[in-house]
């Protein structure tokens, strides 16, 4: 270790548990931070800061002022801009700590492109916002055998619980179906800031545990905590259940892509179109649209309004449509601007 590294981590490398050792390992390893929003905004930073040398940021979606409020790395210029959370995100980084590498990808994880993007990995944390993606994370580590920590907030409450595969409970042991029926999200509920710095601080702690070799120290719990009544709960995760589907009978349903429908954003009114992956040429969409409504763009993605909607088209072909939670109006929208 160069004498700069020393005095940038100096203070970590006092803490008994990781010394220069335990350091050097961190800046050796490799992390997966997918979804950069409340969360995963705060563990990049928290994993940058403490020399994780490589991180990985997936992200699907673009910064809205109202992102501001509790998403960590963002500020007004990155919402004006409109820019995906990863490619600002890493900008950010990169002013932070310069000596790690991070990896910006735009891209919404689906069983096509999970376990490519999400390998491979020292562990991989959750940031996202949905269960049909935190389930196809689950599939993809069972899989492979990597390390990852659930986590979700909302309102006040927060929840957390790392998974250990062959050691622990997976997701799917203690959740075999995702909740039915409608579920609070940001929009409905609100939330405190606070929680979700409190839950991606305790993934990041749980994280570099496990970077470092301490799995021991790793106590599997599903831990949720409501900070405005001051309570929290927590629940042995330790004994896996034989029958699971997933880390019991090894059927990986979610990476098989069973069942995935259009995904409709959390709290965002929103639709996303990620059926099919073909590339579009923005700047000649962006010509055609012009004569349609507003549009805006940048080498990351365009975005044309046309009242009440407002669609983001990303290169990749995926698009959000904002105004509708309806998939039939987001499908009708996409097929009448970009195409079929």
């Not at 006092?14 to 490799?30: D, E």
């Not at 995904?263 to 990620?274: D, Y």
């Not at 923005?282 to 349609?292: D, F, N, P, Q, V």
């Amino acid at each position: 270790m160069d004498p700069a590294a020393r005095e940038r981590y100096s203070r970590q490398i006092l803490f008994a548990p990781i010394g220069v050792a335990g350091q050097q390992r961190l800046m050796a390893s490799r992390a997966v931070v997918a979804g950069c929003g409340a969360l995963g905004s705060l563990q990049a930073s928290a994993l940058a800061r403490a020399g994780v040398g490589q991180i990985v940021i997936i992200d699907r979606d673009y910064i809205e002022p109202g992102n501001l409020q509790r998403q960590w790395l963002f500020d007004e210029a990155d919402a004006a801009e409109a820019l995906p959370k990863a490619v600002a995100a890493a900008r950010k980084l990169a002013g932070i700590n310069s000596s790690v590498r991070v990896e910006a990808m735009v891209a919404d994880l689906t069983p096509g492109n999970a376990e490519e993007l999400l390998l491979p990995a020292g562990v991989i944390l959750d940031g996202t916002d949905n269960f049909d993606t935190r389930f196809l994370i689950n599939d993809v580590a069972v899989k492979h055998g990597v390390p990852w920590i659930y986590g979700a907030a909302v309102a006040s409450c927060g929840v957390a619980m790392p998974v250990l595969p062959g050691a622990s409970a997976c997701l799917a042991c203690v959740l075999p179906e995702p909740p039915s029926g409608p579920q609070p999200t940001c929009d409905t509920a609100g939330i405190l800031n606070a929680v979700t710095s409190l839950v991606a601080s305790w993934q990041v702690v749980e994280a570099l545990k496990i970077l470092l070799g301490e799995t021991d120290e790793v106590e599997p719990r599903l831990v949720s905590i409501d900070v405005w009544k001051n309570t929290w709960q927590s629940i042995a995760t330790a004994e896996r259940d034989p029958d699971c589907q997933v880390c019991g009978r090894r059927e990986f349903r979610r990476l098989a892509g069973v069942g995935r429908p259009p995904i409709s954003l959390c709290g965002r009114n929103s639709v996303q179109i990620h059926e099919r992956s073909r590339p579009i040429d923005l700047r000649a969409l962006g010509e055609t649209l012009r004569l349609l409504g507003e549009v805006r763009a940048n080498e990351f993605a365009l975005r044309f309004t046309c009242p009440p909607y407002v669609m983001t088209v990303f290169p990749d072909g995926r698009a959000i449509i904002k105004g509708t939670t309806d998939t039939g109006v987001a499908r009708s929208l996409y097929a009448r601007y970009v195409g079929q």
